[in-house]
């Protein structure tokens, strides 16, 4: 007798596909990425999303403080740093520094550390714009990078007629 296991699916997955459809269907680097977007927001929400607008600002989708471990492990740090510093001010911007680092990592995922991103700008970024760093991020091009501008998304007839007046 075999017997087989069936792979399950992350929680949170058809969410994540149902998002992918709606904005990133296009593209299969776009929808991997964006899927690992979704779930990593979704995750640091503490709750399922119903939705995910990919032009929000990640303040206005992501709370304040991501969950009471964070927080916990965030005044214990800065006890030990005001402790070893004795600077109010500089404690406080080092833990906003390193919360913006922590948040940065998991939304941008392993290559984090190649993007050229100041941490204390992901806030004011959305998931559209985290999802396409992450594809600039993992190599290669996608077809969606390869599509020509307003410019140029003329049909040759019209540029042909518009070069040869030039001429």
Same mark, same amino acid.
């Given at each position: 007798m075999r017997i087989t296991h069936k792979r399950s699916r992350p929680k949170g997955t058809k969410r994540a596909e149902a998002f992918i459809t709606r904005h990133f269907s296009g593209c299969g680097k776009h929808a991997e990425e964006a899927a690992a977007v979704f779930l990593a927001v979704e995750k640091m929400c503490g709750s399922r999303l119903a939705g995910l607008d990919p032009d929000a600002a990640?303040?206005?989708?992501?709370?304040e403080q991501m969950s009471a471990k964070d927080s916990l492990e965030a005044v214990e740090f800065e006890l030990a740093l005001e402790e070893e510093l004795s600077r109010k001010d500089l404690v406080k911007l080092a833990i906003r520094r390193l919360a913006d680092e922590n948040l940065m990592k998991a939304l941008l995922g392993p290559?984090? *550390?190649? @993007?050229?991103?100041d941490p204390a700008t992901i806030w004011v970024r959305s998931a559209r714009g985290v999802i396409n760093e992450r594809v600039r991020l993992r190599g290669g091009k996608c077809w969606c990078a390869e599509m020509?501008?307003?410019?140029?998304?003329?049909?040759?007839?019209?540029?042909?007629?518009?070069?040869? *007046?030039? @001429?």
């Open positions: 990640l303040r206005d989708v992501l709370p290559a984090a *550390a190649g @993007s050229s991103w020509p501008s307003t410019n140029e998304t003329q049909p040759t007839s019209a540029r042909a007629s518009r070069e040869g *007046a030039r @001429s």
